[in-house]
Nanobody
Framework: QVQLVESGGGLVQPGGSLRLSCAAS????????MGWHRQAPGKQRELVAT???????NYADSVKGRFTISRDNAKNTVYLEMNSLKPEDTAVYYC??????????????WGQGTQVTVSS
């Protein structure tokens, strides 16, 4: 069974840093893009950052210059380094990945989410 397991969330003070990890397991399929989304209370889920299999990155304007997405293809793992955190970054963070079992088909999986709280 293909799964994405996140870790690294927690409570941090404004201006602090956290590093999230998300590892894919249960699959030998190739993985296309991987990414992070977040959902704050009462708000819709929004894109934070994505990274292609070749390492091309894309960020939401609200996190540019503060967050860095990276991946280790050998470990099927995607990371999100978050610096200069703000209270408005508080949300549940979800990773997702697009798996490619054949050249003609793809499917997506989402992680269970990890809470990030930025508060003094």
């Amino acid at each position: 069974q293909v799964q994405l397991v996140e870790s690294g969330g927690g409570l941090v003070q404004p201006g602090g840093s956290l590093r999230l990890s998300c590892a894919a397991s249960g699959s030998s399929f190739l993985i296309n893009a991987m990414g992070w989304h977040r959902q704050a209370p009462g708000k819709q889920r929004e894109l934070v950052a994505t990274i292609s299999s070749g390492g091309i990155t894309n960020y939401a304007d609200s996190v540019k210059g503060r967050f860095t997405i990276s991946r280790d293809n050998a470990k099927n793992t995607v990371y999100l380094e978050m610096n200069s955190l703000k209270p408005e970054d508080t949300a549940v963070y979800y990773c997702n990945a697009e798996f490619r079992p054949t050249i003609y088909s793809t499917f997506q999986r989402w992680g269970q989410g990890t809470q990030v709280t930025v508060s003094s």
